[in-house]
């Protein structure tokens, strides 16, 4: 059970901003939101991840909303190599069990 | 290149041989995993291994077999599988303890058994 629930697909035009959207009603107060991608017959890359506070890195931002109960990923200006499937993912910190869902498959397109 | 190195890339075999998966990370972490990835179903967690002890066995059949000699390697012995054990199979590794757990995966050996 993933215990997070995300589009099955999206689609975005390159150059634009990809928001990404993931509920996760049922989150613990010690629960981290990870986002992770996958690239065809490639292994999952790990994005970024949050806890309560907005996050932003050299990939994506995620954004948390105050309650906790849903995030979204935003990739800032997306390229065609951002064409993957994305998965949000709780997970508590130090667990070492990642439970990955069906994801989201983003596809941009040019 | 994520600092996870897998092989083979690609594996056929035939129902009654062994073979062995190999895991290499040259991340310094501690924690090592094997992972399922069969089409069209989500990654599944097979084994992990923490700080070189097995921890976790998520109901896998004795046809698979993890071994972790140190923290850089991991091995996935195989035999007599079954034509539904085909799949992806993905090794990742991550920290114990510290500020960061994410994992970081290899590129995967792609099985095939026939």
């Known amino acids: 059970d993933a215990k997070t629930t995300q589009p099955p697909s999206m689609d975005c035009a390159e150059g634009r901003a990809a928001n990404l959207p993931c509920n996760h009603s049922?989150?613990?107060?010690?629960?981290?939101v990870y986002w992770y991608r996958q690239i065809h017959s490639q292994g999952p890359q790990y994005i970024i991840h949050?806890?309560?506070n907005n996050e932003t890195n050299e990939m994506a931002s995620l954004i948390i909303t105050e309650d906790r109960k849903s995030s979204t990923l935003i990739l800032p200006h997306a390229t065609l190599r951002d064409t993957a499937v994305y998965y949000c993912?709780?997970?508590?910190?130090?667990?070492?069990?990642?439970?990955f869902g069906q994801g989201t498959r983003l596809t941009i397109n040019p | 290149e994520t600092g996870v190195t897998q092989t083979p890339r690609h594996l056929v075999m035939g129902m009654t041989n062994k073979k062995s998966l190999k895991c290499e990370q040259h991340?310094?972490?501690?924690?090592m995993y094997w992972y399922k990835q069969s089409a069209k179903k989500p990654l599944e967690l097979m084994f992990v291994?923490?700080?070189?002890?097995?921890?976790e066995n998520n109901s896998v059949p004795s046809r698979f077999s993890p071994e972790c000699p140190n923290s850089s390697h991991l091995f996935l012995h195989l035999h007599t599988l079954q034509p539904e054990d085909s799949a992806l199979y993905l090794c990742?590794?991550?920290?114990?303890?510290?500020?960061?757990?994410?994992?970081?995966f290899g590129p995967g050996t792609r099985l095939t058994v026939t």
């Open positions: 049922t989150i613990s107060g010690n629960e981290y």
């Open positions: 949050g806890l309560k």
């Open positions: 990742a590794s991550s920290q114990v303890y510290g500020a960061s757990y994410e994992q970081y």
């Open positions: 993912i709780r997970q508590i910190q130090g667990a070492q069990k990642l439970v």
């Open positions: 991340l310094g972490h501690n924690a």
């Open positions: 291994y923490s700080l070189e002890e097995r921890v």
